[in-house]
Every structure is written in C-alpha cells, then in structure tokens.
C-alpha cells in the first residue's frame, strides 16, 4: 500500500437513474490486510463515511493482496438543496466519484 492510508478503496461504481450512488465494489481494510471485492449500498457507503472511515478510490495491484494504486478521497458533503452528496470534491452538486469505472 502506498504511503496513504485508506479503510475503503472503491473501484468501480454504479449509479441509479437518479444520478445517485446505488452500488460500489469495494476492498474493505481489515486490519493490516484487505478483504476480498464487497458490494456496498449507498447506505453502507455512508455509514462508512459518517463513521470517519477514509475512503478512497482506486485498483488492486494484481497479485500483491493489500496493495493499490489510489486515486482520489471520497468526500460527503451536503448540496446547497440540502441532499447528502458522496462524490470526490468536494463543491460537487450530486454524487460523483470522478475516474471511477462503472460496473
């Protein structure tokens, strides 16, 4: 793992027809190794951020188990219409993980 520490480590996304974050796939830290891919809703995703958990995006180095080339920090912000924002700037209107591949 690189010098950043991240507990979560997104690496691809699926938004719903509203432009929200319905799914992502996932590596979660388990101590000083990761897990195999997860799925996480948006519900789980931002209980991960309100817990204060670092999230980041990025891909797994393949075959080299807990090392990843990461991207960017994945913020929660609120919108100026007062709806919850997952995206990663934090100035963004809706959500957002920029770079982020779909699945």
Known sequence: MSSKKADVVIEAVRY?????????????????VFSDRALLDRSRL????EAGQHVMTGQRIASLGANFTLGQTVYLSHAQSGATVIATRRDAS??????????
């Open 16 to 32: 719903s027809p509203e432009g929200k974050i319905s799914t992502v796939r996932a590596y979660l830290r388990r101590a000083a």
């Open 46 to 49: 931002l209980e991960k951020l």
């Open 94 to 103: 809706g959500d957002e993980l920029e770079g982020t591949p779909l699945f």
